[in-house]
């Protein structure tokens, strides 16, 4: 059975600070991995996935994940935040089929 | 294009009332997926439809909860009786290949 732990359930952060949110996770098969973003009152949006090739995966809004096999972890990170990143992430591990195993959530709270 | 629709939005019921949810997926998706979002936690599947059939429900409790997607297109959610503990948000997402998940905007319960 697949299984994912994110590591911190509230993470605050100063604007402009670095950020990394971390995600690990338990199979016994190759996986995709994911993490999807849910800002207040809205529903969960994909903000990057690793399916396979290159471990170092990025998203539009400039947030980046590596998928590391050895210490099963797909960390989130963010050299810089902005106010507007305030928001819930989901880290989320996929073995076949669609079926998705999601952790409980990173609150990212970004403070002027 | 559009996104994965459902209503409604919000709902209250007493425990031991029957409540249904609506979910229209995108366009051409064939896979369509229930979560349940208890607060402080990730969603957790209750069902995967492949069109019309099931292909999981494992974790739907099947004594209250049921589930049909009956001409493959969009699915209905229904609880009978409610219990405090179905208090949630209750996701609906669709996808076309098994991976990448698109979500709606979820339904809110609240059991009284």
């Known amino acids: 059975a697949q299984s994912v732990t994110q590591l911190d359930s509230q993470v605050p952060v100063f604007e402009e600070a670095p950020v990394e949110l971390r995600c690990n996770y338990s199979?016994?098969?190759?996986?995709?991995l994911f993490w999807y973003v849910q800002y207040p009152n809205q529903g969960l949006q994909l903000l990057l996935k690793y399916l396979s090739g290159s471990t170092l995966v990025e998203s539009i809004n400039g947030f980046e994940a590596e998928f590391n096999k050895s210490q099963t972890s797909f960390h989130l990170r963010k050299p810089s935040v902005h106010i507007s990143d305030t928001a819930e992430y989901f880290c989320?591990?996929?073995?076949?089929?669609?079926?998705?195993?999601f952790g409980d959530g990173t609150t990212l709270t970004v403070k002027p | 294009e559009a996104g994965v629709a459902q209503s409604p939005r919000y709902k209250i019921i007493e425990k031991r009332q029957s409540v249904a949810f609506w979910c229209n997926p995108i366009s051409g998706h064939a896979t369509l997926y229930w979560y349940q979002q208890i607060l402080g936690q990730g969603p957790k599947l209750l069902i995967q439809?492949?069109?019309?059939?099931?292909?999981?429900d494992s974790q739907l409790p099947k004594d209250r909860f049921s589930a049909e997607r009956l001409k493959g297109v969009d699915s209905t959610l229904k609880i009978q009786p409610a219990k405090l503990e179905d208090s949630a948000v209750y996701l609906c997402?669709?996808?076309?290949?098994?991976?990448?998940?698109?979500f709606g905007p979820g339904t809110r319960l609240t059991v009284t």
């Open positions: 997402a669709s996808s076309l290949e098994q991976s990448e998940q698109y």
């Open positions: 439809f492949q069109n019309n059939g099931v292909v999981d």
């Open positions: 199979s016994s098969v190759s996986v995709y």
């Open positions: 989320a591990v996929s073995e076949s089929a669609g079926k998705s195993t």
